[in-house]
């Protein structure tokens, strides 16, 4: 009997075991480790591309359409083009008009369609659908029945020499605001619906920012402004790039100051920023922002601001897009699934543009 006994725990302990480092990966087929795989989909053929367009030249913001194709504001060439998921261009080009200080190219890009934006042109009206903000200083918005190809420039800030870098939509109270980052005046310019340009003297103030910091980029996510800051080189009109030089804020739909969300660290000029949905992979309901200054992606608590991790490919070596400028997840239609971070690029200085996609890889 004990000699049965004996046998049974050996065969237990065996099947145990087996169980066990079958489960580390003992069986020669280790668990393999998650990361994420980066895709140029379309150029404008100055990068390796699946596709590629002309008009995509120095690609800033993008905007989905929650029914339709992602946007893309393209600077180099001002105009938007439009792509699914794959990065097939669609037959729709939108030019944005020049401003009284030259040439728009357009740098934020919103979705504006239930938010009464109404834009008007040689006696049409129509309500706006995208909204453009532009480095001539204007603000631009588009509406299918007023001009299919154009957009509309709405606002001229050519006495203010506004140089605008970002765009984010909200509400204040419940009425409709656009919110526009002026970098090379340090300061975000605020709209009501019928684009007029509000008194926000004491808004968007952060006494405790570092000198030469100015707002980049901006974005609206939930009841929250997230305000990317970038240092301005001499010249007041571009990013220093090295590692360290961003701050990130968080402010109500007033401009009041919430907090501080990071400073330092892994920010180097940031300007893309968006929130991961559940089935992101590792870092899942993680707040991401792209670096302008080295083209790397970081992901964040939402709350805390403190640091998660760059978001690597899966043998661990982190994505870097060259010229990388703004991101976000799909919209679930035309190839675009809600779980893919899509990105806007102007490679080689921004002398070509890029647009492409990261999806979970494991």
Sequence with gaps: MALVRSTLFKLTLSAALAASLAGCGGDGNSVQPVGYKSSVVVSDGGVPASNTDANLKDGWGIAFNPQGFVWVADAGSQKSTLYDGNGVPQQLVVSIPAGTNGPAG??????????????????????????????????????PTVNLTSAVTVYDDAAG??????????????????????FHNNKIDVFDSAFNKLTTSGRFVDPSLPAGFAPFGIQAIGNSLFVAYAKQDSSARRSVHAAGQGVIDVYDMSGALQKRFATGGDLNAPWGITIAPSNFGPFSNKLIVGNFGDGTLHAFDPQTGAAAGALTQRSGAPITI????GIAFGNGLNAQPTNTLFFAAGPNSGSNGAYGRLDVDQ
């Design 322 to 325: 060259a010229g990388l400028w």
């Design 161 to 182: 020499a506004a140089e605008y870098t970002g765009l984010a939509i909200g509400a204040d109270n419940g009425a409709g605001r656009l919110y526009a980052a002026d």
């Design 106 to 143: 357009p740098t934020g890009i919103v979705f504006s369609g239930a938010n009464n934006f109404a834009v008007s042109q040689n006696g049409v009206s129509g309500t706006s659908a995208f909204v453009f903000a532009t480095l001539a200083g204007t603000i631009a918005a588009w509406s």
